[in-house]
């Protein structure tokens, strides 16, 4: 790494040393470390992935804690430099942490923490926004406008599809995957299909009772169906959000056997880490 790095320090009397290894959003975080007497160091590398090396050489001969990103390799090497610094904690700006090797964490005696909760409205409002872009061809009517090809307008063009009354299939309905099964089903009144290892009670009641209301009020209900298999969602919508967490078992999850199970016109979004999608196949599916 370059010296000297761009280090912007708060409260440098402070008794304990916290790095954060990029710049973050707001301010509360940096008082509430001030509060709690930390000194606050955060990296202004205009880099923007840091690599290990970088990373080591921030943390440096004393370090108590260090704030990191889910695109930094939170290993061995990292766990094993910030304990011999007298680390003790490391907190990944994430809910997500595929990123980080607990078990070294653990070897060296460091508490991880992550940030479950704080993003799941926001999560799920890109994953609806991501969903009508697509349905609607948002992008590609953008792109055909900038580039001077509009003529006018004529009945077919960039028309997309209605999501009212099509079927959203969910693929993980956690805390993100539910916020975004509800805005799609009451914002659009769309059919509910989702799997998941765990029973979302919550959501089939919320569902349910939206049916209720609409139906009362003389419109069509909106129906759930808990699948049993996540191929019978594959099959089954025709708009798919992908909210599984990334491990050994959801990697390449969406493969291409999978791709060939969706319906020709179904809309594919990914709201997990990139690997849980075969990329390579995917590509050869839409060629």
């Known amino acids: ?44 590398l205009k880099k923007t ?13 004393r370090c108590d804690g260090v704030i990191g990103q889910l695109t930094e390799d939170w290993g061995e090497t990292l766990f094993s430099a910030l304990s011999k610094a007298g680390g ?7 809910v997500g942490y595929n990123n980080v090797d607990v078990e070294a964490a653990n070897k060296y005696g460091i508490a991880v923490g ?13 994953a609806a926004s ?5 349905a609607r061809r948002i ?27 099509q079927t959203v299939g969910v693929i993980g309905a956690g805390r993100i995957g539910s916020a975004y099964a509800r805005m799609m ?26 049916g209720q209301f609409l139906k009362a009020n003389g419109e069509q209900p909106v129906t759930w169906k808990r699948a049993s298999s996540m191929e019978e969602v594959l099959r089954e919508a ?13 990697y390449h999850l969406v493969n291409k056997e999978r791709l060939a199970m969706m319906k020709k016109e179904a809309i594919l979004v990914n709201c997990s880490r990139g690997p849980v999608i075969d990329e390579v196949a995917l590509v050869n599916h839409l060629r």
């Not at 992935?49 to 001969?61: A, F, H, K, P, Q």
């Not at 003790?88 to 994430?94: D, G, L, T």
């Not at 992008?139 to 009354?165: C, I, S």
């Open 238 to 250: 025709d708009l798919i959000s992908l909210h599984p967490v990334l491990d050994k078992t959801t």
């Open 88 to 94: 003790k904690a490391f907190s990944n700006m994430a």
């Open 1 to 44: 790494m370059a010296k000297p790095v761009a280090i912007e320090v708060y409260n440098p009397n402070g008794k304990y040393r916290v790095v954060s290894t990029k710049p973050m959003p707001g301010t509360r975080w940096i008082n509430l470390l001030i509060d709690q007497g930390c000194r606050v160091e955060i990296c202004h």
């Open 185 to 210: 089903v009451e914002g659009f009144k769309m059919n509910l299909i989702y799997f998941d290892l765990y029973q979302s009670t919550r959501l089939e009641k919320f569902v349910t009772a939206y």
């Open 139 to 165: 992008v590609e009517a953008d792109g055909f406008m900038r580039a001077g090809l509009y003529e006018g307008w004529l009945p077919h063009l960039f028309v997309g599809n209605l999501l009212k009354g």
């Open 114 to 126: 992550n940030t479950p909760g704080v993003l799941t409205e926001t999560t799920a409002e890109l």
């Open 49 to 61: 992935i840091l690599s290990v090396e970088d990373i080591i050489d921030l943390i440096g001969n």
């Open 130 to 134: 991501l969903s009508l872009a697509a």
